[in-house]
């Protein structure tokens, strides 16, 4: 097993079905590119290209199949019969599914583990999660991977490799082989420390269909698009067309219940036939389910366990709290795009959102950052100073002194928390007459979007959906 400490990173060349490189001479010219960069173990799939790249190179070999059974969801070196194939092909690891999900025809784990023995050759199981780890080093598995984290119903697909599947799976005590979504140089380096024996990339180095998927742009949506405001007063629905205009608006006060929000929404997605709905609220959402999971009650009452998504409202639905789906909506326009962008937007409650390289930076189930709650002066938070359900229709004096000294504060805190090229504010209260004077001098940007920044931010992830 030395030989995979030579040089931790291993090239995994392999084409997706159907591919105009999915051929054993293309896929030896993609082998030995790599090869020529120092990579000292290749890990392939299939019989011819294992043949062709074995005897061109002599280079060490995780072997695989990949195979379908009509009686198994296992596709990963199945049944024994492929081992036979891989070690006659002179593998010196054979990778196969160490998951104990039923295997074709009912052949166990262990007994295909036990052949790749007989023939002195070493056994990768490619696991899903820790349980499916234990389960194949119990059948005598040499070294486990990360391979299938994300692919089997056991584990949540992470968007990149799956960092705190490989630290658990390295606590085992036995070598383990990174591999999963693996792209960037970062990546490779954290799987290194967190103590992965090797890491194994393959789409990023030699797939090239892989790698155009990844690079396609989001094509915009065929008709019209609805965008849905949830704040702590009002409800609104705006209608966009497909060039992204904003076409007309209604609105109702938020009610009381998730039942009515989502009646209204799909009732108004009905009367104007879009197609797709985009929806900024207040409250924290995972995006990937459109859950929320946590709001503040005197805002957003019965908030908490509201579902945005296909199944609730009918149609394929993009969903984030407020403050990111504005800070979205902003980073979208030609004067902030590619730019780093923080927006605080300032209505009934404070939101906060930032935008890097095209991501909205949240926490891994829709977190915000929390610049409402920071503690400003007077012991009040920023939202005490500067939310609109605390100022009323028509502050004090004193109120709109407060709330000014708040926002200089809340500016310098997002900062020198995120360092951003532009800082834009938006908002009712941020946008205010009393207000928007002072946006010049604290260098902050008026949103372009004025007091329909929400809408437009919601809009935006409909028309341009982030990545997760």
Known sequence: MRFLFETPLIASVQASEGSAVDDPATLLSLAKASLDQGVKVLRLQGVENIAKIKSETETPVIGLIKRTYSDSEVYITSTVSEVEQLVGLGCEIVALDGTSRRRPGGEPLVGLIERIHQTGALAMADCDCLESARYALSAGADIVGTTLAGYTDARLATDGPDLDLLRELTALGAPVIAEGRYSERWQVESALRIGAA???VGGALNDPVKQTRALMPAMPPQGKVGAVDIGGTWLRFGLFSPDFQLLEVERT?????????LAWIRDLAAKHGVTRLGIGTGGIIDPRTGICWTAKEYLMPDQIGIEFSEKTLGLPTFAHGDGHATAWGHACLPQFAGRRVATLALGTGVGCGFVE???IWSGRKGEYPRIN???ASGGKSYEDLLGGINLTIEPTGQQKADAVQALEGALFAIRNLYFPDDLVVGGSVGLSEWMRPHLERLDAIP????????????AALAFYPPSR
């Open 357 to 359: 390289n095209g991501r």
């Open 373 to 375: 709650d920071l503690p």
């Open 253 to 261: 006060p938020n009610p009381p219940t998730r039942t009515e929000r």
């Open 447 to 458: 949103s372009p979007y004025s007091q329909d920044a929400g809408l437009f931010g919601a």
């Open 198 to 200: 090797a890491v194994v």
